[in-house]
């Protein structure tokens, strides 16, 4: 099998980084902020999961490897938002979050599309 490296050691650094920000967010810290970091850690992690299964899927194609970089890409950038305005106070970066939100989103969509062009190829 060959695996997408790339893609799995950056979904093993986001689900590194999803655990660190959740524990984090379970000790030490206000409840607001606890429940901004415990949500952003949630999504990092839902997504590091799905980019790893996606970089070790032998059939991802360039479809697949797309959708794995965006889900990742997404959710690092809107637990990273989510950190900001719960820790450094940046309420801006609330502005941010919705572009991680957005990425993930159409990560899901590329790989719903793949899905289905690849199933449509392989009824014909």
């Known amino acids: ?12 650094l986001n689900g590194a980084m999803s655990v ?13 902020q606890a429940a901004l970091l415990q949500t952003g850690g949630h999504y990092q992690m839902v997504h590091a999961v799905l980019a790893a299964a ?4 032998p059939a991802a194609g360039r479809m697949g490897t ?14 990273t938002a989510l950190a900001f305005v719960a820790l450094a106070g940046l309420r801006v970066m609330g502005a941010v979050a919705p572009i ?10 590329l790989l719903a599309g793949h899905a289905v062009r690849g199933m449509a190829v392989q009824n014909v």
């Open 100 to 109: 991680g939100g957005t990425l993930m989103i159409l990560g899901w969509l």
């Open 66 to 79: 797309a959708a794995g970089w965006l889900v990742s890409t997404g959710g690092l950038v809107f637990c």
């Open 54 to 57: 996606i970089g070790f899927w």
């Open 1 to 12: 099998m060959n695996a997408n490296r790339n893609l799995v050691f950056f979904a093993a």
């Open 20 to 32: 660190a920000v959740g524990a984090f967010g379970a000790h030490g810290v206000e409840p607001h």
